[in-house]
């Protein structure tokens, strides 16, 4: 599986993006997909994630009530929007691809990830 994430940019407090990600690969449907990101100089942490079929999604606490992470199997996409962005969500985004993952937190269980776009949020 290859990904390729889009839609990254500068945009002020309290706007929107939406960051996209984009999968070959015939069997997209089978894998759990998941958001990381990394601000400059800390760690990786997760966002989001959402299973196979879309059943089930997952959330950090920081993403709750302003994120929702989709997905199109048809289109072999997933996009995270993002609403009342803040400038601590400044970061690289990266998707991740895991197969049979179901929405879970954990990098590790991601096998697949993408080069990142990168989402700036100026106050």
């Known amino acids: 599986v290859q990904l390729q994430a889009s839609g990254g940019g500068l945009v002020q407090a309290g706007g929107s993006l939406r960051v996209s990600c984009a999968a070959s690969?015939?069997?997209?449907?089978?894998?759990?997909m998941g958001w990381f990101r990394q601000a400059p100089g800390k760690e990786r942490e997760f966002v989001s994630a959402?299973?196979?079929?879309?059943?089930?999604?997952s959330y950090a606490d920081s993403a709750k009530g302003r994120f929702t992470i989709s997905r199109d199997n048809a289109k072999n996409t997933v996009h995270l929007q993002m609403n009342s962005l803040k400038p601590e969500d400044t970061a690289v985004y990266h998707c991740?691809?895991?197969?049979?993952?179901?929405?879970?937190?954990?990098?590790?269980?991601?096998?697949?990830w993408g080069q990142g776009t990168l989402v700036t949020v100026s106050s």
């Open positions: 959402i299973s196979w079929n879309g059943g089930k999604t």
């Open positions: 991740a691809a895991g197969f049979g993952v179901v929405a879970g937190p954990r990098a590790d269980d991601y096998a697949y």
């Open positions: 690969g015939r069997t997209f449907s089978s894998y759990g």
